[in-house]
């Protein structure tokens, strides 16, 4: 298997992109796979720096930007207000749980506003 070359460069950006260690969603991080820890904390890092800075504009200033990249209608009025979690566990249908107990599903981003409700799963 051949490995990635990364410069000193990009290496020294992705040790600079942390999660505030201070922060809850700190404690909600899901495990990193076997052979991916370093990759795979980098996206945690990275999405949760991404969408920390969101939560903290104007939801109408990215918020219909984010609908049409991801090809969707957007939503009928310009939300005013929004929270974003990270890595929430949402509760499955109970009829998901007739043939055996099923973990709960975890979104990577939820975001809410008065209009609507995403769930991302990067």
């Known amino acids: 298997?051949?490995?990635?070359?990364?410069s000193?460069?990009?290496e020294a950006v992705r040790?600079?992109?942390?999660?505030?260690?201070?922060?809850p969603d700190s404690l909600r991080r899901p495990s990193p796979r076997l052979g991916a820890i370093e990759d795979d904390r980098f996206r945690q890092n990275l999405l949760w720096n991404v969408f920390r800075t969101f939560e903290l504009l104007p939801p109408a200033f990215w918020l219909r930007r984010l609908q049409?990249?991801?090809h969707m209608d957007p939503v009928?009025?310009?939300?005013?207000?929004?929270?974003?979690?990270?890595?929430?566990?949402l509760a499955l249908p109970f009829a998901h749980h007739l043939d055996g107990v099923r973990p709960d599903v975890v979104a990577d981003v939820v975001i809410e506003t008065e209009?609507?409700?995403?769930?991302?799963?990067?």
């Open 15 to 23: 040790e600079q992109i942390v999660i505030a260690p201070h922060h």
């Open 76 to 89: 009928q009025g310009a939300p005013h207000t929004v929270r974003v979690d990270l890595w929430r566990a």
């Open 8 to 10: 000193p460069r990009i």
């Open 1 to 6: 298997m051949l490995g990635t070359v990364r």
């Open 115 to 122: 209009h609507a409700v995403w769930t991302l799963m990067l």
């Open 68 to 70: 049409a990249r991801l």
